[in-house]
């Protein structure tokens, strides 16, 4: 048995897509920088260090070696940090988890697949011009823009004062269904957190 699969498999890289800066922060499209944020909170690690165009940290998650990160470049460029860092740390595909916000999914859906497209996402777009389509993501769903706004303007707004109250709990089912995939795989994970958090809100 080749060594390599060994040094290959046993590192994981999880990146949450946003835009950098102060006034993108607490935006939809953030939404994938809100999950690793909370995921290196819940696990102290600390996110400080800038590498290949990401801020990034290292630790444990599930008796895994994970390297968080949060991509620098823009979003429609995501792909340019996340191929460097990949091939960097030599992760295949299957180990890397891409999480985004999804506009075809209600809000307080959480939806784990393990491939597939873009989906009309522009982050992803650029990922899986590097990667192929062949890793695993992680989609939070924030809903239609109302009425006739366009969807390049509703993402780029901040959450609405009611959904802010949920956020907690949803980030929370979403860094849960993370340290599943780590622990026991995707398909455990995706059985046991796919759903949508407003379907039985808990009492």
């Given at each position: 048995?080749?060594?390599?699969?060994?040094?290959?498999?046993?590192?994981?890289?999880?990146?949450?897509?946003?835009?950098?800066?102060?006034?993108?922060?607490?935006?939809?499209?953030?939404?994938?920088?809100?999950?690793?944020?909370?995921?290196?909170?819940?696990?102290?690690?600390?996110?400080?260090?800038?590498?290949?165009?990401?801020?990034i940290g290292n630790g444990r998650?599930?008796?895994?070696?994970?390297?968080?990160?949060?991509?620098?470049?823009?979003?429609?460029?995501?792909?340019?940090?996340?191929?460097?860092?990949?091939?960097?740390?030599?992760?295949?595909?299957?180990?890397?988890?891409?999480?985004?916000?999804?506009?075809?999914?209600?809000?307080?859906?959480?939806?784990?697949?393990?491939?597939?497209?873009?989906?009309?996402?522009?982050?992803?777009?650029?990922?899986?011009?590097?990667?192929?389509?062949?890793?695993?993501?992680?989609?939070?769903?924030?809903?239609?823009?109302?009425?006739?706004?366009?969807?390049?303007?509703?993402?780029?707004?901040?959450?609405?004062?009611?959904e802010v109250e949920w956020l907690?709990?949803?980030?929370?089912?979403?860094?849960?269904?993370?340290?599943?995939?780590?622990?026991?795989?995707?398909?455990?994970?995706?059985?046991?957190?796919?759903?949508?958090?407003?379907?039985?809100?808990?009492?």
């Amino acid at each position: 048995m080749g060594h390599s699969e060994i040094t290959q498999s046993d590192k994981f890289l999880i990146v949450g897509l946003g835009n950098p800066g102060k006034e993108y922060r607490n935006n939809r499209h953030n939404v994938g920088f809100m999950v690793v944020d909370h995921l290196a909170q819940r696990h102290g690690i600390s996110l400080g260090k800038v590498q290949n165009r990401a801020i990034i940290g290292n630790g444990r998650i599930a008796g895994r070696a994970v390297i968080l990160a949060k991509p620098q470049t823009y979003m429609n460029r995501s792909g340019d940090a996340v191929g460097p860092l990949a091939r960097y740390y030599k992760i295949p595909p299957n180990n890397v988890l891409v999480i985004y916000d999804e506009l075809d999914l209600p809000f307080g859906t959480i939806r784990l697949r393990a491939k597939g497209g873009a989906g009309g996402h522009n982050g992803m777009k650029s990922v899986i011009q590097h990667l192929g389509e062949q890793f695993p993501r992680l989609r939070l769903g924030i809903g239609r823009p109302p009425g006739r706004m366009p969807p390049a303007a509703y993402v780029l707004q901040d959450f609405g004062r009611d959904e802010v109250e949920w956020l907690p709990q949803i980030l929370d089912e979403a860094v849960a269904a993370i340290e599943t995939w780590l622990a026991d795989g995707i398909e455990l994970a995706m059985s046991r957190h796919n759903k949508n958090m407003m379907d039985n809100p808990a009492e």
